[in-house]
């Protein structure tokens, strides 16, 4: 409900100023709703109800991010989280610095644009529109036919913005909201498997409880955050246990000694950083490094 009111008021308000503080609220609205469907998909909440689960499946075409290629994708990123191998389906590829020194420069180029500042900026365009949408769909188009439908539905909602309300509907009520969201979102999802500390195991000492302790983050952020990320940042917590719900997360790490010191890092612009400059593994040090003296 306070999304649909945050999107009204971008198109029923005649103050631009406000017009635009309803679009910022309506990003981080979606973003909340996001990890919700995010939560349902894993059967950590409504897990019996068909009305939610139709529910959910029109939200994630709504919402440009299919069931069908998120369901699959994601349950295989928990599954293989932190391998070296195996891990690049619904994740950022992981290469070592072995690797990455030995591939052609047009592979390379591919990795670090990926994992680039201003790929993950634009998440909405790179990691959404194409990488939930339109590969997905290029790739197996019966098994995703839904992934089609969202990009169909998705175009049809922006022209009609233009055609009925105009130019700044599209970019107040669709763009810049969406543009939040799948921004955050997708530097989240990369800060919590990136970060300095970060271990990531080749196939014969991978367990799935080490992989959710050694390589996912806790996300230290203030309680505003916290409500609009729904608990994702405690991101250990759920890896451990995908099928607690994002409100009980809190309680988990609180409740259970061995989760209460996990490895973190947070949205101070200086941990952001940090982060983004970690590229590849080095097998030898054991820790994720940059590009730089390669």
């Known amino acids: 409900m306070l999304l649909i009111l945050a999107l009204a008021g971008t198109l029923w308000n005649f103050d631009l100023p406000a017009k635009i503080l309803c679009s910022v609220l309506a990003g981080f609205l979606l973003m909340r709703c996001f990890v919700i469907y995010h939560d349902q998909q ?4 409504l897990s019996k109800s068909k009305v939610a689960e139709r529910l959910m499946q029109v939200f994630g075409i709504l919402a440009i991010t299919p069931s069908s290629v998120w369901r699959s994708s994601h349950n295989h990123h928990h599954k293989h989280n932190s391998k070296l191998r195996g891990s690049n389906i619904g994740s950022f590829p992981i290469m070592t610095k072995d690797e990455f020194v030995r591939s052609s420069r047009r592979r390379r180029f591919a990795y670090l644009f990926v994992r680039h500042p201003l790929t993950i900026l634009f998440g909405y365009v790179f990691m959404f529109l194409f990488g939930m949408c339109l590969n997905p769909f290029m790739n197996y188009p019966r098994r ?6 969202a990009m169909i539905v998705h175009v049809a909602i922006g022209a009609a913005l233009v055609v009925f309300v105009g130019w700044q509907a599209l970019l107040l009520t669709l763009i810049l909201p969406f543009f939040i969201t799948y921004a955050a979102a997708t530097y989240f999802f990369y800060a919590q498997h990136n970060f300095p500390g970060v271990s990531f ?8 409880e080490k992989a ?6 806790y996300m230290r952020t203030g309680p505003l955050m916290r409500w609009f990320t729904a608990n994702i940042g405690y991101h250990h917590v759920h890896h451990l246990n995908a099928r607690i719900p994002f409100y009980r997360l809190p309680e988990g790490m609180r409740e259970i000694p061995e989760l209460r010191h996990p490895k973190e890092t947070s949205l101070h612009p200086a941990d952001i950083v940090r982060c983004l400059r970690l590229k590849v593994w080095d097998v030898a040090q054991q820790r994720m490094v940059g590009v730089r003296g390669l």
Do not use: N, P, R
């Open 42 to 45: 894993h059967y950590a909440i």
């Open 144 to 149: 995703h036919l839904d992934c089609l439908v």
């Open 201 to 208: 195991i080749d196939q014969g000492g991978w367990s799935y």
């Open 212 to 217: 959710a302790m050694e390589s996912s983050s």
